[in-house]
């Protein structure tokens, strides 16, 4: 034989079974490997061999991924008890469907490499293992393995396998940004408890953002946001949020660009908010694009600069003078209300603290 035979009860080195399992998946065998990948981590993990787990885990994750690994109708009862990153709601209306002949089970996509990212977070966590530059360059590398295929576009015409296949791509692209959610909110988690700051860290609430806005079917903008506003790439936020004004219904161009210097200011962080200003500006300009003139970005503008100086009763009447704009979206008052706190010290009227902690905890 040319390896010495591992004696009994000792583990083999992870690189043995790193390349066993890549053959495996290559040879199309993606859930028995994913069984495997799962129990040899945990061997490691039960005699805390971490850096051996995380390795395994780390190389399941990527191959799964690169393969595209899609669960069929029989893998998705086992799936169903032990992803944490696809929520059972959503594998059970996946079921339904599939039992209804609404989707081909051939289409039925779940990324286990998704689930070995998950795991791989947790592991980090039971290894207490602290954050660094070297395990975010991991996170990264396992993020930028998350596929992002474009949707298909509706034709318009009442075609039956057009709307088949786009009623198709669109729960595969659900199914993609639940998977890659749930491993970047579990890295989030853990980076701010072991050494990242007290939101966790800011690389990865940037890729969180841009997988919601890039990949979701319909964006939620206040997500997106809420991570970008956490995130250290206040320039590209300023891209995403020109973007979204060239696809976005008339009217909210205006509430997005609002919502995004709101939840900045929310944060105390006076600089970034009128960074992104300055830069929409500036993209626009370069786009030939005009900036939305609103009573609400009116507001916003008068409001940046009222913050620069110690000006609370002017903020009060802004707040008057604009409210019809301000009551667009409940939200913009809640969040005046943290900004007062936050630049004047004065204390909220409502149960705020509740409401926007719940906030930042969805996103």
């Known amino acids: 034989m040319s390896r010495s035979r591992v004696r009994r009860g000792e583990l083999p080195p992870p690189q043995e079974t790193i390349e066993k399992l890549e053959k495996m998946v290559e040879d199309g065998n993606y859930y ?8 040899s981590s945990a061997r490691y993990i039960a005699v805390q061999k971490y850096s051996e787990a995380l390795d395994i885990l780390q190389a399941g994750a990527l191959i799964q991924l690169k393969h595209g690994q899609k669960s069929v109708k029989w893998q998705l009862d086992p799936l169903i008890y032990c992803v944490p990153l696809i929520s059972r709601t959503l594998i059970s209306r996946l079921v339904m469907a599939l039992e209804l002949n609404l989707i081909p089970v051939s289409n039925c996509k779940v990324t286990c490499g998704a689930e070995l990212a998950v ?68 890295a989030i988690r853990w980076s701010a408890e072991f050494g990242a700051p007290k939101n966790g860290s800011p690389q990865l609430h940037d890729m969180l953002a841009e997988y919601l806005y890039s990949e979701s079917p319909e964006p939620d903008m206040t997500k997106v946001s809420s991570h970008f506003v956490h995130g250290s790439d206040p320039k590209k936020f300023a891209s995403t949020l020109v973007n979204f004004m060239g696809t976005c219904y008339p009217g909210e161009d205006d509430a997005a660009i609002a919502r995004a210097v709101l939840l900045y200011l929310s ?97």
């Open 267 to 363: 944060q105390g962080n006076l600089r970034d908010a009128n960074y992104l200003m300055d830069e929409l500006k500036k993209q626009l300009e370069s786009k030939q694009l005009d900036f939305p003139c609103s009573d609400l970005t009116q507001f916003i503008e008068y409001l940046l600069r009222t913050l620069e100086r110690d000006a609370f009763p002017l903020l009060k009447i802004l707040r008057q003078k604009y409210k019809s704009s301000i009551d667009r979206e409940p939200l913009f008052d809640e969040l005046l209300d943290e900004i007062a706190e936050k630049f004047y010290g004065v204390r909220r009227r409502s149960g705020l603290q509740g409401i926007f902690s719940d906030l930042f905890k969805m996103m």
């Open 32 to 39: 028995p490997a994913q069984q495997i990948y799962k129990s």
């Open 119 to 186: 795991l791989f977070v947790e592991t980090l966590a039971k290894g207490k293992l602290p954050y660094s530059e070297e395990t975010l360059d991991h996170l990264r590398k396992i993020y930028q393995g998350f596929p992002k295929i474009p949707l298909p576009q509706n034709s318009g015409d009442d075609d039956d396998d057009d709307m088949q296949k786009l009623s198709e791509a669109l729960m595969a692209a659900k199914l993609r940004v639940e998977s890659c959610s749930s491993f970047l909110k579990a």
